[in-house]
């Protein structure tokens, strides 16, 4: 399984990003994917994630009302729609992928996301 993530960049404060996750490697059909995210000096911590065959989404307390998470099944790719954006939401985005409800097996490079107040 490879994730590629891409998208990130700097944006002032209440401002949007989208990023993107291109899986490939196997069908994805009964896999997790999330969005987990790691700000300097923090550990990391869930942001979304979206069962891909049902496309059930979750969200943190903290992004709920402001993030969508989504999939494209042709193109096999994840998103995360980021709106109304804060400087607290700055930090390294990484996606990963999951079979069924076991740990995040899989972890892509993770892109930057800058938020100037």
């Known amino acids: 399984v490879q994730l590629q993530a891409s998208g990130g960049g700097l944006v002032q404060a209440g401002g949007s990003l989208r990023l993107s996750c291109a899986a490939s490697?196997?069908?994805?059909?009964?896999?997790?994917m999330g969005w987990f995210r790691q700000a300097p000096g923090k550990e990391r911590e869930f942001v979304a994630s979206i069962i891909w065959s049902s496309g059930v989404t979750y969200y943190s307390d903290s992004v709920k009302g402001r993030f969508t998470i989504s999939r494209d099944n042709a193109k096999n790719t994840v998103y995360l729609q980021m709106n109304s954006l804060k400087p607290e939401d700055t930090a390294v985005y990484y996606c990963?992928?999951?079979?069924?409800?076991?740990?995040?097996?899989?972890w892509g490079q993770g892109t930057q996301v800058t938020v100037s107040s």
């Open positions: 490697g196997r069908r994805f059909g009964n896999y997790g």
């Open positions: 990963a992928a999951r079979s069924g409800v076991g740990d995040y097996a899989y």
